[in-house]
């Protein structure tokens, strides 16, 4: 059996989204909690323009209280409250955001609060880059051996090779007893690595 040389992973082309990693943070204050979620999270691609074309559902400590949604065309966000709340609803979510959630770098290095318009928007970026690298990861594992070496993310493959069998496995296990290949821990487990590793 031929083998290839292993090498490093490359990261996934994830359609140029550009996910804040400060707003993907979900640290608060202490004494002002509050569980926001974005839910139901629907994106039409190819009316996306200056901005996501999408709706989406926002829940707060595990109730839905907010539908959200977009056009696509580079406007603001819609945002209307779930009976039985009332408008205000809104307001109150978007005062928490500008208070508890944390600030991001602008122009000449300006610090800018974090509103709910761009928590949904990064919400929804982290829900596309997911989705990406669900799709990466499927297609990895059909004909890569992953594995995690000096933290970094490798892989190990088979010139035309389509699917990895159990000859594959055995083979590098031969060669390479000590190493830990993601393929063969549980799904949840190996994405989470690989996600580490890819973001």
């Not at 594992?141 to 699917?163: A, G, H, P, R, S």
Request: one cysteine or more.
């Amino acid at each position: 059996m031929k083998e290839e040389k292993n090498n490093k992973i490359e990261t996934p082309q994830l359609r140029g989204l550009e996910v804040n990693p400060q707003l993907m943070r979900s640290e608060t204050k202490k004494g002002e909690e509050m569980k926001l979620e974005l839910k139901k999270i629907k994106v039409c691609k190819w009316a996306s323009e200056e901005t996501h074309c999408y709706q989406a559902t926002l829940y707060r400590d595990g109730v839905p209280i907010i539908e959200v949604s977009n056009d696509g065309h580079g406007g603001s966000d819609s945002q209307w409250a779930i009976k039985p709340f009332e408008n205000n609803i809104i307001d109150e979510v978007e005062d928490w955001c500008k208070k508890n959630l944390p600030k991001w770098k602008g122009h000449n290095n300006e610090m800018y609060d974090t509103d709910l318009e761009i928590w949904c928007n990064e919400q929804v970026n982290k829900h596309l880059v997911e989705k990406d690298l669900q799709r990466s990861f499927k297609k990895d594992l059909k004909n890569k051996i992953l594995f995690v070496e000096n933290d970094k993310l490798m892989q190990f493959t088979w010139k035309k090779c389509k699917e990895l069998t159990s000859q594959h496995f055995e083979y590098f296990k031969s060669k390479y007893p000590k190493r830990d290949i993601l393929n063969l821990k549980n799904k949840d487990l190996a994405f989470k690595l690989y996600k580490k590793h890819m973001i």
